[in-house]
């Protein structure tokens, strides 16, 4: 019978494990952290996002990097087949908008309980509070890393894949955080904490050039920006932000529905119907009430002025600032509030189909700690399940 050793109890290790004895191997689980699935227990806020059920064209359009690594891993374990294996193993699932799939229950843990009765089930032996410092000292045909990335640490994460791979001659691909929020330098950042915007339209430009644009939902930390359409930016622009060879502008629409000609008679109609008003009073309908201030700040204009007095240049400024709210941006925060980490062994040194090193026999790859990544909205873990079945069934065979 031939011996696996799988090193990480995160998504892709369990689902290694897993398929490795399913097919008949002696598997043992490595993990250096009192339990299982420590990250995957705060994932989707703590409700665990398993897949999304879009089409597989569609699914790997949300993959900006490593797609094509990942078609066969993926079609040959797809997000179908892991709503099977979680249903047939006794999990209720719910899909919510954007074809989001969670447990019924809303409750993480019960995605990792379940997983946890299948290594039961299949006869894996787990061994928790145990770290490898050395795969030389494993006894194993073949060795699964399936160790995460950098994101979340204190769950962790703390690159010792990398440095395995790189013991055994691997390029990696430098790890930056990704599904990370974005810091920025203006000062009244801090004023807009809390905030949280809907259907809004930003874009990010880099000396002026448009590099990225998404409308949707957005919130406002206390140095900077987060939600949807900011980690999917940070997915898009984190590394070369970081690097800080260009000026960075997050541009925020906050009327995408309307031109600009609409917004300004939208305006003008406002001003008319309250003429006395001081300006600081009037925009209670257009904007949400801790930006109003800043708004006025940024536009100029006398916060007291009557707004009959208002002129048409300070009204165009206004409108301008509504269709372009300019933030400077910095970099990406941390790997400590990142989602997943961006970067990890090159994809050219593992073969896709099975996971295996390219430079190694015997040793194979899943997971977060491979140089591929995707947006938000169960597409990693669907990447983690799918090259964790992938490693684990030709590591077990003969």
């Known amino acids: 019978m031939k011996k696996v050793t799988v090193i990480g109890g995160g ?3 369990m689902m290694a494990a897993i398929t490795a004895a399913e097919a008949g191997a002696s598997v043992t689980l490595l993990e250096k952290n009192e339990k299982l699935g420590k990250k995957l227990y705060i994932t989707g806020k703590g409700r665990c996002n398993l897949t999304n059920t879009c089409e597989l064209p569609a699914f790997f359009d949300n993959i900006p990097r490593g797609a094509k690594f990942l078609y066969s891993a993926i079609y040959s374990f797809t997000n179908d087949d892991t709503l099977s294996f979680f249903e047939d193993a ?11 799939i969670f447990p019924v229950s809303d409750k993480s843990s019960d995605v990792i309980k379940t997983l946890e009765k299948r290594l039961k089930e299949t006869g894996v032996k787990v061994r928790l509070k145990t770290e490898v410092k050395d795969l030389s000292s494993l006894d194993a045909d073949a060795i699964i890393i399936a160790t995460g990335g950098l994101s979340y640490k204190s769950t962790g994460s703390t690159g010792d894949g990398f440095r395995f791979a790189e013991t055994l001659g691997h390029t990696i691909k430098e790890p930056v955080p990704s599904l990370v929020p974005l810091l920025c330098e203006d000062a009244f950042i801090k004023d807009l904490e809390g905030l949280s915007l809907r259907n809004i339209n930003v874009t990010v430009t880099a000396d002026g050039k448009k590099i ?11 140095n900077g920006v987060s939600g949807p ?12 932000l970081n690097q800080k060879k260009k000026e960075f502008l997050l541009h925020i629409d906050l009327k995408p ?9 939208r305006i003008l109609r406002d001003f008319e119907a309250e003429q006395n008003k001081a300006f600081k009073n009037s925009l209670s309908g257009l904007l949400p009430a801790k930006m109003i201030p800043v708004i006025i700040f940024l536009s100029g204009i006398d916060p007291f002025k009557k707004v009959n007095e208002i002129t048409r240049a300070e009204r165009t400024k206004l409108a301008s600032l509504l269709k372009d709210l300019p933030l400077q941006l910095d970099k990406t925060a941390g790997f400590e509030q990142a989602v997943i980490t961006s970067g990890g062994v090159n994809l050219k040194e593992i073969n896709p189909k099975t996971m295996e090193s390219k430079k190694n026999p015997g040793i194979f790859f899943a997971g977060e700690v491979i ?8 597409f990693n873990l669907q990447i983690a399940f799918s090259t964790g079945r992938a490693a684990g069934e030709a590591a077990a065979k003969e």
């Open 90 to 100: 006794g999990l209720s699932l719910k899909e919510e908008r954007g074809g989001r």
């Open 11 to 13: 998504p892709a290790g």
């Open 212 to 222: 990225f644009e998404q409308f949707g939902e957005m919130l406002f930390t206390s």
């Open 257 to 265: 529905s309307l031109s600009f000609e609409q917004l300004d008679k």
């Open 371 to 378: 140089d591929a990544d995707a947006y938000t909205g169960g």
């Open 229 to 240: 359409v900011i980690l999917t930016a940070s997915s898009e622009i984190g590394r070369i």
